[in-house]
């Protein structure tokens, strides 16, 4: 992979756009560009008319492994939440059915695309851990799209415990739409079904199905960007992300 190659890959094909993380360096984690290529391939995504659903999948084992920490040790620490939110929120405001496919793992930021998306299929090599709490931080600002869709007793379990848990798991708890042994059919099944919406039909159906959703962004956007940025740039959390990107043990771990 070179500096010119994308970090998200963009088809279109049988009136679906599928946005393909590919950025195995860093194992598709949430950099400033790649969260810039993907807000872009949603917006182009959004005004061709002849596009009825995006699909966003992954190269690779790990469809996202979170917030880029090689950026968060050094960076404003308000940049990286407010560009995950907006990211969230295109998700969210895009018109067409975004349906993640998902067959590999996804840590902490991951979790919240997949908690924007419509729909999410994961396949048997999935598997799902919120981590933030290992490093000092918190699901802050994933938490806006994840909150109104997770059982409560379940976010308060993996949110404290940074457990790993896998696809039949994430879907029971409401993380995911399905746990599919062949995620690539079971896409095809969900594909075939909204081809056979209008476009209209589609986009205020989107809109009823995300209204509590988007109350939760426009009551706590704000609260939950301050929040991750005051962990991010804690002393704490800088310790907890070095001692990770070193693979040393963080100081308070036993």
Not at 128 to 155: H, N, Q
Not at 220 to 232: G, H, I, N, W, Y
Request: net charge negative.
């Amino acid at each position: 992979m070179t500096s010119e190659d994308p970090f998200v890959r963009s088809t279109t094909a049988d009136a679906v756009t599928t946005l393909t993380l590919d950025s195995p360096h860093n194992r598709n984690a949430l950099s400033t560009r790649l969260m810039a290529e993907l807000t872009r391939g949603l917006a182009d995504a959004s005004a061709d008319p002849g596009v009825r659903a995006v699909v966003l999948g992954h190269t690779g084992k790990v469809f996202c492994a979170g917030a880029d920490l090689s950026e968060a040790t050094g960076a404003d620490p308000t940049v990286g939440p407010r560009g995950l939110v907006d990211l969230q929120r295109a998700i969210i405001d895009c018109p067409k059915p975004v349906i993640a496919l998902v067959d590999g793992h996804v840590r902490a930021g991951g979790l919240g695309l997949l908690g924007s998306c419509d729909l999410a299929v994961a396949g048997p090599q999935s598997t799902f851990a919120f981590t933030e709490v290992r490093l000092g931080l918190a699901p802050a600002v994933i938490s806006l799209p994840l909150r109104p869709k997770l059982d409560p007793r379940a976010a308060s379990r993996y949110y404290l415990t940074g457990e790993t848990f896998d696809a039949a798991e994430a879907a029971r708890i409401g993380l995911i739409t399905e746990a599919a042994e062949e995620p690539a059919v079971a896409l095809k099944v969900l594909l075939d079904a909204i081809r056979l919406g209008s476009p209209q039909g589609l986009a205020e159906s989107k809109r009823l199905a995300n209204a509590e959703v988007v109350a939760s962004f426009e009551r706590d956007a704000e609260e939950r960007v301050t929040q991750s940025a005051r962990l991010f740039g804690s002393d704490e959390a800088q310790q907890g992300m070095r001692a990770f990107l070193t693979r040393q043990p963080a100081p308070w771990a036993r």
